[in-house]
């Protein structure tokens, strides 16, 4: 989503409501976006998706987002160095407030740990992609957990980035 970049925030609202007239109930934001990132303009995707879902009902749609990993955009969450568990509820309490909701119904790890451990997680094996010291993807993601029962987070997926 370009929101808060290329679009303004009643272009964007326009646009929104034209995809949910036309059929549309699934929405993708993400902490970083709109792209490019910057400070200026990280999770605008996200505060402008969420006021526009005040005027809506919220049941009626699906809300996806994303968090970014370790990366050089200090602005996001002090630049962490790590996904570990923290970094991951500290993306989603940012998410949930800047979307202004209760539960996002999809996180998605949209720039996972390089250096996760090579293991199964029951979806994906991950392999480190640099020389910093292997953290293992499990122990972060099983974190999350006290998140979902509450409802505060449906299903947590890492989508890879490397083939495997």
Same mark, same amino acid.
């Not at 999770?43 to 809506?56: F, K, N």
């Given at each position: 989503?370009?929101?808060?970049?290329?679009?303004?925030?009643?272009?964007?609202?326009?646009? &929104?409501?034209?995809?949910?007239?036309?059929?549309? %109930?699934?929405?993708?934001?993400?902490?970083?976006?709109?792209?490019?990132? %910057?400070?200026?303009?990280?999770? =605008? @995707?996200?505060?402008?998706?969420?006021? #526009?879902?005040? %005027?809506?009902?919220?049941?009626?749609?699906?809300?996806? %987002?994303?968090?970014?990993?370790?990366?050089?955009?200090? #602005?996001?969450?002090?630049?962490?160095?790590?996904?570990?568990?923290?970094?991951? =509820? =500290?993306?989603?309490?940012? @998410?949930?407030?800047?979307?202004?909701?209760?539960?996002?119904? &999809?996180?998605?790890?949209?720039?996972?740990?390089?250096?996760?451990?090579?293991?199964?997680?029951?979806?994906? =094996?991950?392999?480190?992609?640099?020389?910093?010291?292997?953290?293992?993807?499990?122990?972060? &993601?099983?974190?999350?957990?006290?998140?979902? #029962?509450?409802?505060? &987070?449906?299903?947590?997926?890492?989508?890879?980035?490397?083939?495997?």
């Amino acid at each position: 989503m370009q929101f808060g970049e290329a679009l303004d925030e009643p272009t964007s609202h326009s646009l &929104l409501s034209q995809a949910a007239d036309g059929g549309v %109930t699934s929405f993708d934001v993400a902490e970083m976006y709109p792209v490019p990132p %910057t400070a200026e303009t990280a999770g =605008a @995707s996200e505060r402008i998706l969420g006021s #526009w879902l005040r %005027t809506r009902r919220r049941d009626d749609f699906e809300i996806i %987002t994303k968090v970014a990993g370790p990366g050089s955009m200090p #602005w996001l969450r002090g630049g962490p160095e790590r996904l570990d568990g923290a970094a991951l =509820a =500290a993306a989603l309490d940012g @998410s949930l407030a800047r979307l202004g909701v209760d539960c996002v119904d &999809l996180l998605l790890l949209h720039w996972p740990d390089r250096c996760a451990e090579g293991e199964d997680v029951g979806w994906i =094996a991950t392999r480190c992609f640099t020389s910093h010291h292997a953290l293992p993807l499990h122990p972060p &993601l099983a974190q999350l957990r006290p998140h979902v #029962w509450p409802g505060r &987070l449906r299903p947590v997926v890492r989508l890879p980035r490397h083939p495997v």
